[in-house]
Structure formats: C-alpha cells, structure tokens
C-alpha cells in the first residue's frame, strides 16, 4: 500500500480526490441500478393491472354465458381464473407493488377485495399459458423489423411479476408479466457519466496543482541549496498563500543572513582582540628563568591560540570564499599522510585507484587532519582506506584504541564534548575537532559517520559527494 501511496502533496491530494469521486460513483450506480431494477418491476407490474382491467372489461361486454368457457380466457385477455390465489403465502411479496394496484385498480373505478404481487424468476407450468410482455422480442428480432430500421433487440427476461386480485364473488384473477434485464444502454450510461466526471474534476485538479507545485518545488530546492549571504529572493508566484509563504522565507533568508553577518564580525573582533594579548603574554613568558614552568605557560597560550582557531574555522564553515575544485583525493590524502609521518606518527595508507571530486581542499584537508589526529592521538595507529560508492567517496580512517561507547556517539559530534576517561582533556585537543570536521563535510553535501570496529578500535567515514 505504501508503494502505491504518491510522496508528494499533490499526488495524494489527486489520489484521495480519486477515490472519493470512485466512491461517490458507486454508491451513485448501486442506487441507479437498484432503480432501474425497481423500475422493471413497475413497468411489469403496470402491464399486470393493465391486462387484467382490460380482461374484466372485455368479460363485461362479452356474453355472461360463455364465462366459464376456457377457449374464450384468451379472448379476456390471457387471465387465469380460479378458486385460490397464485400468490401464496410462502412466496415473497412486494407491499409496494400491491399497493400501486390497488391505487390504480381504484382509480379505474374496479373494487377488489384482495391483492397480491411476487416475483418469481421461473413460472409453474400452469401458468405458461397466462403469460404477457414475453413474445415481444419475436417481432423486434425479426429480420422484416431490422430491415426497415427498427429497435435494437430487446434485453433477455429475468423473471416475472405475478399479480392475483380476488373479486366480491372470492374468484381469483392471475396474470404473469415479464421483467426484463437491465439494458445495456444504462451500463454505457454509467460508464460515460463516470469518465465524464472524472475528466471534469481531475483535470482542473492536476492544473491547480501544478499551479501549486511548481513554486513549491521551487521554494523546497531554494531551502536546501539556501546558503548565507545570498542577495536574490526566490521570485514570487502561484496562488495568495504560496506568495505569502515565498515572501516570509525571503524575509527569513535575509534575517539570517545578517545575523550570520554580525557573527562573522563579532568572532573577527574577538579573534584580533585575543590573539594580540596572547602574543604579548607569549613574549613575556620567555623571560620566564624556571623551564617547566616557562614550557607549561607556553602550552597552555597554543593550546589557548588553538581552541581560538578552532572555533573561528567552524564559525566559517559554510561562509567560505574558497571555490570548489577538482581534487585528487588520492594526492591530497598521500600528502596529509607524509605529514605526520615525518612527525614519527604510525599512518598507513592503502592506495588505491585515483579519484576526483570537487570539494573545497583546505576544508577538506583539515577535517582529513583531524580525524587522522583522533586516531593517533587516542588508538596510537590510524589505516586509511578509500571507496567508492554510488556517487560518495568513502574515505575511512581506522584506529585500534579503545573505541567510543555506542550511546555517546552521537554526543561526540557536539562542541567541546570528550567521550570517557580515555578520551579526557590530558589527552589534550579542544574538544572542536570532530565538530567542525562534520561541519566541513555536511558543507560539502557529505557526512561523517563513527562506528566501533568488530575487532576494536574505531572507524570514522567521511563520506564526499563525488560530482
């Protein structure tokens, strides 16, 4: 069902209005063929009242003496007489039926002291001869009546009315009339009447719907692709509310592009602000005679001038002036690798084929140095790898320490967050490193994802889209 349900908002609108207008027209047709069906019963039941009106008048002018002649029945118009009625009490009446002979049989001046109607879908024999409406077809079918332009062959009998009226003398009158099946015209009518609808109300629909969609797919691209500092709104368009939501997310836009603005300025104030006093105290502590304490201090003012780095880099990520490239992650990787093993750190890289993507390389070279960063500075050793994916690039970087626990992963990613007592500040860092490595990944349409390794130790993926 949830493979047939649509995603988007007017394909549901579209499919809902689709299935209530299927179901309106179903309810619809029910009734109209329960109509048409209580209509042949009338129809068959008029002709019933009709024939035997037409018999008893026919019986009234015809000689009294030859009544009880059965010869002359056909000449009264093919009643049945007898002593009991054809419609007994096991059959299934029809209340309503009776109740239209009665009113008719009174309109035409004919008192009867009791009625009865059924329908029956096959006839006793004795009543074959008592039969009207079923040789009707015969001349309709006939090839004079189609040569000269006649009616289309009358639709097949399913069943019959039989009407039994007792009169003063408590002699029964009885006559069956055929019902016919429905035509096959009001099929065809129905059919037309559904495809007219659908086509009626549909259609407007999908054209007010794409009217819709157009500027909401327009406003969700914009959403995502939305990046701070941009000058041009999304043009305006489709009904009253879709403006007024356009128009309130150009207002949006614009309020957080100047807020990111006065951040920008702020954390640049800060920045000069700190590092001049903290090159100053940089110089003041070299005058410092004891060399313990003068190395402490000086760790502690880059440990400061780091963390201050730290938070400017991922204040800017996003804001970046550095244009994507073209990149052989391959090289870039190689090049990251020899760096720390000229500092006597265990990296290894497994080379494999060369791949481009375009990225931003000073970001992406730097998330690449944190992360190899971690994996040596909490598992001792860092192997690198690279895979392709679909359209990622998946760059692994594992380590045989001791793993994260699987409930703080997800917390690792947050600013100044540290793991357990292994991973506290005597190991050193700021706390940034993961933080701002995923924030230069996600800028770039990526990710960074943490996982703890079978055999132990952790593998961090960045993941980079390759076009």
């Not at 879908?121 to 006649?150: F, V």
């Not at 879709?242 to 128009?247: A, F, G, K, P, Y």
């Not at 947050?414 to 357990?420: A, I, K, V």
């Amino acid at each position: 069902m949830k493979r047939l349900w649509p995603k988007s908002l007017v394909g549901q609108l579209l499919l809902v209005v689709a299935l209530m207008l299927l179901l309106a027209q179903g309810i619809n047709s029910f009734l109209l063929y329960r109509g048409a069906e209580n209509q042949n019963l009338v129809e068959a039941s008029t002709a019933a009242v009709a024939r035997i009106a037409y018999g008893l008048d026919r019986q009234a002018v015809d000689r009294s003496g030859l009544r009880d002649i059965p010869k002359r029945s056909r000449r009264w118009g093919r009643l049945k007489y007898g002593p009991e009625s054809l419609v007994t009490e096991d059959m299934g009446r029809l209340p309503e039926l009776e109740a239209r002979a009665g009113q008719a049989f009174a309109n035409m001046g004919i008192a009867f002291t009791d009625i009865r109607a059924t329908f029956t879908r096959h006839l006793t024999t004795d009543m074959s001869g008592y039969l009207i409406g079923a040789n009707k077809g015969d001349w309709r079918n006939s090839p004079i009546n189609r040569s000269m332009g006649g009616d289309a062959p009358r639709a097949e009998t399913r069943g019959f009315v039989v009407i039994s009226v007792q009169d003063a003398d408590g002699q029964w009158i009885s006559i069956a009339s055929a019902v016919r099946e429905r035509t096959p015209l009001l099929i065809r009518t129905l059919l037309f009447q559904t495809v007219t609808i659908y086509l009626l109300m549909l259609i407007p629909l999908i054209l007010l719907g794409r009217y819709i969609s157009r500027p909401l797919k327009s406003l969700t691209a914009r959403a995502h692709s939305f990046q701070p500092g941009e000058t041009s709104d999304l043009e305006e368009e489709g009904p009253p509310d879709m403006r007024e939501l356009i128009r309130a997310f150009n207002d949006m836009s614009g309020r957080v592009s100047s807020m990111i603005n006065e951040k920008d300025v702020m954390l640049g104030a800060i920045g000069h602000d700190l590092r001049t006093p903290l090159a100053a105290l940089r110089v003041r502590v070299e005058s410092v005679e004891d060399d313990v304490d003068r190395e402490r201090m000086i760790a502690g003012i880059e440990d400061i001038d780091h963390t201050l780095d730290d938070i400017l880099s991922l204040a800017r990520v996003g804001r970046s002036s550095e244009e994507s490239d073209p990149v052989d992650i391959r090289s870039l990787i190689e090049t990251i690798v020899d760096e720390f093993t000229d500092l006597g750190h265990n990296v290894r890289y497994q080379r494999g084929e060369k791949q481009i993507a375009a990225v931003r390389e000073t970001l992406v070279r730097r998330a690449l140095r944190n992360l190899i960063g971690n994996a040596i500075l909490y598992g001792k050793t860092a192997d690198i790898s690279v895979e392709k994916s679909g359209d990622k690039l998946m760059i692994y970087v594992d380590d045989d320490g001791p793993g994260i626990p699987e409930k703080t992963i997800d917390s690792m990613f947050e600013p100044f967050s540290r793991g357990d007592a292994s991973r506290n500040r005597a190991t050193g860092g700021s706390g940034l490193g993961l933080t701002l490595a995923r924030a230069i990944a996600r800028d770039h349409g990526g990710d960074i994802i943490l996982n703890n390794r079978e055999n132990g130790g952790l593998r961090a993926t960045l993941m980079l889209p390759i076009g």
